[in-house]
């Protein structure tokens, strides 16, 4: 067996795509363009690329795009300062502050000062127990990518053994969350699991978000099985040169199981394209308005 490849840049390209014709139906119907602030503290190189993508994206969609960049030695309080600005501007639907922050910040202060409507990320302690309970919050954008690519690939989910290798707050807890919500029987293995290969190797669906490389062996994977990479780590070739790897072990994976997200091209693309779409959401709440189909 060789497993389909899910191509996560093509199935965000299709979202994408889609969202604009939401934006473009809000700004006729209710003259109302989704606003997206981001919010980025000091110099990262990777932060600063995300959001240049973000922003590049958001405008594609016909959206409002409103960046701030705040130096290294910012003060928390200053930070804060911004973020309830952005709270109180009713062209803003949408906030992300990029992570991580420097040392000297709380992370989880500043999360929190976000309006839980507002909160694009869902990170907010909010939307974690509205999603823990069933409620109507924001959902993290990768756990979300994700299930939207499951759901395409497989359909109805309802009875599926699932693991999740991971317990993030960002990934792998919502993840769990979304999959039970789809009536899966639901997993969270990790790191220190007993038997991990024989927790993985009875699943129907697997997502690895560990940030260990490799961490999942190939021929753990239960054969017909449909695998969902969510790690991206950068390692080192024979030859000195590096290569980016997923958490599972990719081309053992990819002939055991029915269908595989690679790393790159996988889980990645599906980020920014679903933040988009929360950002839709969110000002669609804001209005009381149905969103477009």
């Known amino acids: 067996m060789s497993a389909s ?13 889609k969202i604009a014709g939401k934006v473009k139906i809000l700004k006729e119907k209710y003259d109302l363009t989704p606003g997206l602030a981001v919010v980025l503290v000091g110099e990262d190189p990777a932060s600063q690329v ?28 200053e930070l804060i300062k911004k973020v309830n600005e952005l709270n109180n501007d009713p062209n803003v639907h949408g906030i992300l502050v990029q992570l991580p922050l420097p040392e000297h910040i709380n992370e989880a202060a500043v999360i929190e000062t976000i309006t839980p409507e507002k909160d694009v990320d869902g990170f907010h302690v909010i939307n974690s ?5 069933g409620g109507k919050g924001m959902v993290p954008c990768t756990p979300l990518g994700c299930i939207m690519m499951l759901k395409d690939q497989l359909g109805n ?13 960002i990934v792998g807890k919502p993840m769990a969350q979304l999959l039970l919500n789809e ?29 260990v490389p490799e961490l999942v062996k190939g021929n753990w994977i239960k054969k ?6 969510v790690g991206i780590n950068r390692i080192q070739k024979n030859d000195g040169k590096t290569k980016l790897v997923g958490d599972v072990e990719f081309a ?3 002939e055991r199981a029915a269908a595989i997200t690679p790393v790159p091209g996988g889980v990645g693309p ?23 189909n």
């Open 5 to 17: 490849i899910i191509d996560g840049k093509a199935f965000a390209a299709n979202l994408k795509e």
């Open 50 to 77: 995300y959001v240049r993508n973000k922003n590049k994206s958001t405008k594609a969609a016909g959206m409002n795009s409103f960046e701030y960049l705040m130096d290294d030695d910012v003060s928390e309080e």
């Open 129 to 133: 127990g509205l999603l823990a309970t």
């Open 157 to 169: 989910l309802s009875g599926l053994d699932a693991v999740v290798v991971g317990r993030s707050n």
């Open 183 to 211: 009536s899966c029987t639901v997993t969270i293995a990790h790191s220190r699991t007993k038997d991990l290969p024989d927790v993985v190797g009875r699943a129907d669906i697997v997502v690895a978000a560990v940030g």
């Open 224 to 229: 017909g099985a449909t695998v969902i990479d």
């Open 252 to 254: 053992v994976a990819a």
């Open 270 to 292: 599906m980020t920014i394209a679903v933040l988009l779409q929360n950002t839709v959401t969110a000002a669609c709440r804001s209005m009381g308005i149905d969103e477009p």
